[in-house]
Each structure stands twice: as C-alpha cells, then as structure tokens.
C-alpha cells in the first residue's frame, strides 16, 4: 500500500482533511467523481473559527486576498432600518468574516494541495467499500469506464450527503426532511438607494420571509432568500426576474434592478436537517456534509465541515503514527457530532433569518433596535457566529483540575485564546506577540507563565513528557498586560494545547503527575477514557 488514507470528495471539507494529513506526514490520495470543482452558488462566508483553523495549515493569507471582509449588516425591517451588526468583536487574527465564494475555496485548497505533492483525481468515482480490522477495500470507477479495486489503511467519506462511505458503512443519517421552507439565490448587481459599499451587508426582515445580501468580492452581492414554500414541487432554478421580485417586495423597493452577474449562480434550494448515527467505523470515517446537514440558516454547514476535518486530520495522523489509540478517533465522532446537534437545534431559533409569521415578525422586529443597540449583545452574538465561543468541555480529551474550585482563564475544551504576550526568552522580535503564532498543528503546546517556569519545574514538566510519542512543546510566556494574563489563566495552572488550537488539560502547575497520566493515556491502545459527550451549559467566551 503507497497510501495511507483515502479521501472520497474533493469538496472545501476533503480538501482541508488532505491538506492537514499530508502536513502531518502522512500520504494521501484523494478522489472526486466530478470533471472539476464545483461552480455553483453555495457558502459565502468563512467564519472566524473556520478562517483560524485554515490559517493554521498554511492557507489563511491565501483566502484573505480572495475575498472581502464583513464589517458592518444594516437590519432593516422592510424598508426601515433597526440598527447595525458589527464584527470582529473578538481577539483573533481572523475575527471578521470573510466573504468568498465556495468554488473559490475549493480552487484554492486544490492548488495548495498540489504543493504539498497531492492532486485530485477527477473523475474518480467510489462505488464500494468495505472495511476491515486493519485496512479498508474500496472499488473507484475511471471515466473511462475502467473499475479499480483498491486498498488503504483507512478511508474518509467526505463525498456529501449522499455518501457511499456512509451508507456501505450501515451508518444512519438521522433526522428528517425539513419542509416549509425554501431557498431562492442569487449573485447580483442592483440599482438601489443603498448602493454598493465593500465590507456592509443588509438583512431585511419581512412576514414569512427574509433576506440577506452579502458584497461579494469582484463587486455586487449574493442575494440569499429564505421564503415559506409556496410550492413544493417546483425545482427549476430561479430566473432573475423571480430573485428581482422577491427582493423588491421584501425590502419594499418596487423600482428595484437586479442584473445577474452570472445565470449560474442563480439556485433554489431545500433541506434535510441531519446528523450520521457515529462519524467512525473502524477505519472507515465520515466528515463534512457526509457526516452532517442542515438548512444553511446561519451559513455553518461548510465551516463546521472544516472544523470538523481540522479536528480529524491531526487525530488521525497521531493514531496512523503510533502516537495514540484509536479510541482518540472516538473522540471526533463524539466531537463533531455534538458540534452538528447544537448547530440544528440553535438554527431553529434563528429569527433573523428564518421567515416568521406577521406576529411573530412584528414581534421580533420591536426588540431589534434595543438589542443591537447594547454592545453585550452585539459580542455575544458576533462570537457565537464566529464559532470562537463554541468548546469541546464534554470530550473525552477535556480534563480541567485546576487547583482551586474556579480559576479564570480557558477552561479544558475551550479554543485558546489568542493572547498578545511580550517578547520573552526563546521568542524573537520586541513588538506584542500573539500566543496563537506559537501553537502548531504538527504537536500539542503546553503553554504556562514564565513568571512561574523556574528551573525545577520546567524540568518536572519536561519529564512528565518524556518517553511518549504525542510531541508537545513547552512554552513559557509573558502576557502583554494584567487583562492578557487573566486571559491566559491562574498562573499556577499549566494549559496543555491540542494541535487544532483546544485545550486539553487544565492542572495545577505542581502536579506534573497529572500530565503525564493524561499523556499516557493518549499514548496507551484504547486507554484513551472515553465517555460519551453529554450537553453542557453554555459558558462565558474569552
Ligand atoms: C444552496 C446552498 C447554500 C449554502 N450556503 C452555505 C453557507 O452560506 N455557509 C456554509 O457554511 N455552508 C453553506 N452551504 C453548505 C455547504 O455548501 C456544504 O456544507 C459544503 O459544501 C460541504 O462540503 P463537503 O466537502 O462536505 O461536501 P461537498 O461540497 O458536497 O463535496 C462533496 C464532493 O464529493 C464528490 N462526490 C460525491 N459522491 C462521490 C463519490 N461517490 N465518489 C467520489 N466523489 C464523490 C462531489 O463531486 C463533491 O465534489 C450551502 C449549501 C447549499 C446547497
């Protein structure tokens, strides 16, 4: 066997999953029954969680050139204004979303994948696969109508909702079929009053409807339309004058012009809402839209698909590399698709943009303007959309003993944070560093205050970590200022890092007992303790 792991599905999400595998060292093949990528209207927008974890492999600048940030919504009520949204609320690098096209994400994370000595396979298509303790049996059909039957250590379905993976794994896709709801979109050029102002974008909220216009980055915008369905059987795509009509009566602008700026990105489309019954069989796992779907309220679909290959990648490698168990793939499963649950049910009470009811819409829209107009709001909002709030506390891999009850700072499962430390030993340059410039993807980082990394106890640390195989690195830092260092942690707490940037371990920096332990059982075969991840209350973002 030349390969190690098979992708199936050169989507944003098997491309990102290639990406981090070939970066971990471990050697790829990955196949698409399409001629090419995609070109069809779907994700826009990356948010700042999906934006931090592509920056992590290497592609964050790329996209950053290619697209255009969100700065500012207006809401509008019809043709009333109720306030603004703003973003980039948070501390990141990334912190606003990013507009760009799907299609050009996928081209993107294509050509990086070339660099790194991976080419798609086009018209390569996964008719069957079986898999076995030790490897995985797949059959591939060419163009040219050739049958391949092939073999690899292990195999990712990221091929969609219609997975074959999953479906010759005997994984069910569990939920339902959401009805009711219809979506009609668009990428266009307007005449309005509003003009055309890069970085601001509008929703426009109406009874049994409502709209979201996003600036795209070549000039215009995509025009997203959530409606009540009128009529169920009707699929063809939208024309420019249905798009134009929708558009004017929601947003009251009778002598609204929309000109296309391609007929291709015109589409309706309906959803299931739904979540793969486990993300693992042995070594078959799924990923992306294969592994979970739902109506695109909220645009998360594509990001939690890269949050999720972000998270597999670095687990697969370590259990492929002998660093780890394979329960810690459990872990993903358990992960992701928790991750998936809440998306679904929080996008059910999504009122500004699933299409309400005249009450409920007069309802809704009288609490806007006092909500927008309060900056806690405007935060929480902006890091739960960000996914930045968003925590792994339930896996399996979060431990937090800290020494007291409560300590401020990441709890275990939490993203951490990117806090602007000062030049310090070992770090090179005099201007504010950021913490997350310091973490890498190809080992876990464990991160303490030098104001309490003396000798003995780095030694302690340092042994603690020697003799296993997962690689991590001890960093001593100074934050910037005393609201950094809360942002940090207690002091007397180390943090120990995973590779995607959560924390793993919190513990008392006196107990490198509880280190080690945590490390061994990382290392040990199916000594990872995997308890199923539970709900938890949502907790305070840092
Ligand atoms: C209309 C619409 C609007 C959306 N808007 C948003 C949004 O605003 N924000 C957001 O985050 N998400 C949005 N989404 C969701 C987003 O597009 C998906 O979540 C995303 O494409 C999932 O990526 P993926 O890589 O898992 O799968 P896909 O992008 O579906 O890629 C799967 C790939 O697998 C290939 N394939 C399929 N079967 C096989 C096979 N048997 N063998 C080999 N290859 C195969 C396909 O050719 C395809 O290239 C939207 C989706 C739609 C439809």
């Not at 009053?193 to 409502?210: K, N, Q, T, V, Y």
């Not at 779907?293 to 698909?305: D, E, F, K, T």
């Not at 700072?409 to 951490?416: I, L, N, V």
């Not at 120990?496 to 924390?503: A, E, K």
Request: glycine residues 10%; charged residues 25%; aromatic residues 6%.
């Amino acid at each position: 066997m030349d390969v190690d792991v098979c992708v199936v599905g050169a989507g944003p999400v098997g491309l990102t999953l290639a990406i981090g595998l070939r970066r971990l060292g471990v050697r790829v093949r990955i196949v698409d029954k399409a001629p090419a990528t995609k070109r069809e209207a779907r994700a826009l927008v990356l948010w700042a969680r999906a934006r931090e974890a592509l920056d992590a492999l290497g592609v964050g600048e790329t996209l950053r050139h290619r697209g255009v940030e969100l700065e500012a919504v207006t809401v509008h009520a019809r043709d009333r204004a109720l306030g603004e949204l703003t973003t980039g609320w948070a501390r990141s690098a990334h912190a606003r979303p990013l507009n760009i096209e799907q299609h050009d994400i996928e081209r993107l994370l294509s050509e990086e994948l070339a660099r790194l000595g991976t080419r798609v396979e086009w018209n390569t298509e996964l008719t069957d696969v079986k898999v076995h303790d030790d490897r995985a049996e797949f059959t591939l059909r060419h163009e040219n109508g050739t049958v391949e039957s092939a073999v690899a250590p292990w195999i990712v379905g990221c091929e969609g909702t219609a997975s074959v993976v999953r479906d010759r794994l005997g994984i069910a896709f569990e939920g339902r079929r959401r009805t009711g709801l219809q979506v009609v979109q668009g990428n266009a050029h307007p005449t309005w009053r509003l003009g055309e102002e890069p970085g601001r974008g509008h929703i426009f909220l109406a009874p049994h409807r409502s709209l979201l216009v996003f600036p795209l980055p070549g000039g215009g915008f995509r025009f997203f339309c959530f409606r009540d369905d009128p009529d169920p059987t009707l699929t063809a795509a939208p024309t420019i004058g249905e798009l134009r009509d929708l558009v004017a009566e929601t947003a009251l602008m009778p002598g609204l012009r929309l000109e296309a700026t391609d007929h291709l990105w015109l589409n309706r489309a309906r959803f299931s809402d739904r979540v793969a019954a486990r993300l693992r069989s042995g070594r078959g796992l799924l990923a992306g839209d294969a592994a979970h779907a739902w109506a695109p309220v909220g645009g998360h679909g594509m990001n939690v698909g890269i949050l999720g290959a972000h998270n597999l990648a670095w687990k697969l490698a370590a259990v492929h590399h002998g660093q780890a168990g394979e329960s810690l793939l459990d872990t993903y499963s358990d992960e992701q698709r928790l991750l998936a649950v809440r998306y679904i049910r929080e996008m059910r009470f999504n009122f500004m943009e699933l299409p309400l009811p005249p009450l409920g819409f007069r309802a809704f829209t009288a609490t806007v303007p006092a909500a927008l107009a309060r900056r806690g709001f405007q935060r929480r909002l902006d890091l739960r959309l960000s996914d930045l709030s968003r925590s792994h506390r339930d896996s399996a891999l979060s431990r937090h003993r800290p020494g007291r009850r409560y300590r401020a700072g990441p709890r275990a499962g939490d993203r951490m944070p990117d806090v602007a430390l000062t030049a310090d030993a070992g770090i090179q340059g005099a201007a504010a560093v950021r913490l997350h410039t310091l973490l890498g993807y190809e080992r876990w980082t464990l991160v303490l205050h030098a104001a309490r990394a003396g000798a003995g106890v780095l030694d302690a640390l340092r042994q603690a970590c020697e003799g296993l195989p997962a690689p991590v690195r001890v960093l001593p830092v100074t934050p910037w200022d005393t609201a950094e260092a809360r942002r940090l942690g207690h002091p007397d707490d180390l943090r120990l890092v995973r590779p995607d940037g959560y924390v793993g371990l919190v513990a008392p920096l006196a107990r490198p007992a509880l280190l080690r332990s945590y490390l061994v059982a990382l290392a040990a075969e199916g000594r990872t303790p995997v308890r199923r991840a539970q709900e938890h209350p949502p907790h305070r973002p840092h």
